[in-house]
């Protein structure tokens, strides 16, 4: 048995979960009492590890049975049970597991039940519950001078204030997390502690910071030898990258720990790569390999039982369908991705489903449908408000869209009063709106002016549909302003971008300015072929879409009006 029990464990150590339940089975048909409990318990570690969940469950349960006040079995059961949302079953197993544990004054032991609780509740919603009880468990972990407990307990109640859109009261604690840590000169927890310290900054929007913190945790990770946490600094510095519009760097960072993540079995960690990674191609523009790889995502989310990750690769799906124009495929899945959000009261994230849904329903000319959602996403936003920004540039699209420019440049205006920095993608957005709410309000000057110091500064080229949205709208207004030059400067800038695009939505507005902007500098032929090759592509989205969408779409106050302009210009 000892041999068996040796050859088990070296078996963990390699990373081969299968040999080593196979080892872990033999114990527990061989041994006796409270041995055979102990093999269970490991036969159902190693199960979960390779992912059999339900043969994890059962082996645990086996324990159970021999030894009814076998805490850590317990426990495992519970957080099971809360992969599965069965809030109800999961609390049941914590109390069971807290109660043994104190029988047992395992003073560890009771404090890890409440930090599962504590992310059972955070996870239900129950922010405010879930906060008291880590609390509780940090009070507990300093009262009995647990150093690494009390870090563990300040970063989980940190990475739950965040989750509330509570980032500044989070600080103080990640803050207290990482002082105790190099008071006792933990270098493991150092790094875990930096990491969280650094996306606390993230969130406050102190870039810099961030980085400098990710840099030293991924520092102190490697100079302790500390392979998973050196792993998991770097995929959260890739993550960073991303958000930082540096796709490429991103890149980088993921691909040089998704091989460690696979072949070690850390299917948490390599959904986030793979969540990380189709951000990356969004960004480039690669929707083809985006979406295969949010399907492989939302496939693996599936297998592991993660809620959340499969709520987050229908988004995915749902959003990159609609950034190849396949507007009617990505309701469904955006739909299903709401529920999913919803179900696991996840209300941050339904919120962006909730934008998304507007938008596709907005580029249809389903403007009741993109209200409706839209008002429902500015009710998530008056708890998230991170979300407000969003809310409100889509607001302003839409209005756009309907061509009513007053109504435009006042939310505009709120957005770029409420960011006096200018760092967010949406103040880019809303002072582009606001340019051509200006130019169509009879303040064509002003519109000029605005645009102009709009795109002096650093255009967001990470967003290719921003990007392109946002060089035809400074074409359409250096048209209205008789600036065909800069018009046509702007529909190459806007092509160039187009190209790695599927949007022929997007495609037949360019070369309509292309007509409009080379007539105007006395090139009547080339502005005929613009022209018709942009009643061509608008062509085709009657073949791509059904009928129904089609006739919505070509209704949109904006589509009327440029197709007006197009009739015109193939005449």
Not at 162 to 184: L, N
Not at 519 to 539: H, P, V
């Amino acid at each position: 048995p000892d041999s068996v029990r040796l050859e088990a464990i070296n078996k963990t150590l390699q990373l081969d979960f299968q040999t080593a339940a196979k080892r872990y089975r033999d114990l527990s048909e061989h041994a006796d009492g409270t041995e055979k409990a102990i093999a269970f318990f490991d036969l159902g570690r190693a199960h979960e590890r390779n992912l059999n969940l339900s043969e994890a469950m059962e082996s645990y349960q086996n324990a159970l049975a021999i030894n009814s006040s076998f805490a850590s079995a317990s426990l495992r059961i519970g957080m099971l049970y809360g992969r599965q949302l069965d809030y109800k079953k999961a609390a049941s197993y914590f109390s069971s597991a807290e109660d043994a544990f104190k029988s047992q004054r395992r003073i560890e032991g009771e404090i890890e039940v409440i930090n599962q609780r504590a992310k059972l509740l955070s996870g239900k919603g129950d922010a405010t519950e879930a906060i008291e009880a880590v609390k509780t468990s940090i009070d507990k972990a300093r009262i009995n001078e647990i150093p690494y407990q009390q870090i563990k307990c300040l970063s989980l109640l940190s990475r739950i204030l965040r989750s509330d859109s509570r980032t500044t009261e989070a600080r103080p604690f990640a803050e207290e997390a990482v002082s105790i840590a190099r008071r006792f000169d933990l270098k493991a927890q150092i790094a875990e502690s930096l990491k969280e310290l650094g996306t606390v900054q993230f969130f406050l929007g102190k870039d810099d910071v961030a980085e400098k913190l990710f840099e030293e945790a991924l520092s102190t990770a490697r100079q302790s030898k500390q392979k998973l946490i050196e792993n998991r600094v770097l995929l959260q510095l890739g993550a960073f990258y991303v958000q930082e519009n540096k796709a490429d760097k991103a890149l980088k960072y993921v691909n040089q720990v998704a091989d460690f993540f696979e072949k070690g079995g850390y299917e948490k960690d390599m959904l986030d790569v793979l969540r990380v990674r189709a951000q990356v191609y969004d960004n480039k523009g690669d929707f083809k390999t985006t979406l295969a790889i949010y399907k492989d995502l939302v496939k693996r989310a599936d297998r592991s039982g993660n809620l959340f990750m499969k709520a987050w690769g229908k988004r995915g799906i749902g959003r990159t369908a609609a950034n190849l124009d396949k507007l009617r495929l990505a309701l469904p899945e955006l739909n299903e991705s709401y529920s999913i959000f919803n179900s696991i009261n996840q209300s941050f994230f339904a919120g962006y489903c909730l934008l998304s849904h507007a938008d596709v329903a907005m580029q249809l000319g389903n403007y009741q449908k993109a209200y409706f959602s839209l008002n429902l996403a500015e009710g998530i936003a008056q708890k998230h408000k991170r979300l407000i920004p969003r809310t409100n540039v889509m607001r302003a699209r839409i209005a756009i869209s309907e061509r009513k420019f007053a109504e435009a440049v006042k939310i505009a205006e709120q957005i770029i009063t409420e960011d006096p920095t200018g760092r967010l993608a949406s103040t880019f957005e809303a002072k582009t709106i606001m340019s051509l709410g200006f130019t169509y309000l009879g303040k064509k000057p002003k519109g000029m002016r605005l645009i102009e110091e709009t795109f002096a500064g650093k255009i967001a080229e990470d967003d290719p549909h921003a990007a392109a949205r946002a060089h035809l709208i400074r074409a359409e207004i250096m048209l209205e302003n008789d600036f065909a030059e800069k018009a046509k400067e702007s529909v190459a800038k806007a092509q160039d971008v187009l190209k790695k695009l599927s949007k022929p939505s997007l495609k037949w507005r360019a070369w309509l300015f292309h007509s409009l902007a080379v007539k105007n500098l006395n090139d009547a032929g080339l502005g005929k072929e613009s022209a018709a090759k942009a009643d061509a592509i608008f062509s085709t989205l009657s073949q791509k879409w059904n009928s129904k969408d089609f006739s919505t779409y070509a209704e949109r106050p904006d589509i009327k009006h440029y197709r007006k302009l197009l009739q015109k210009s193939v005449s």
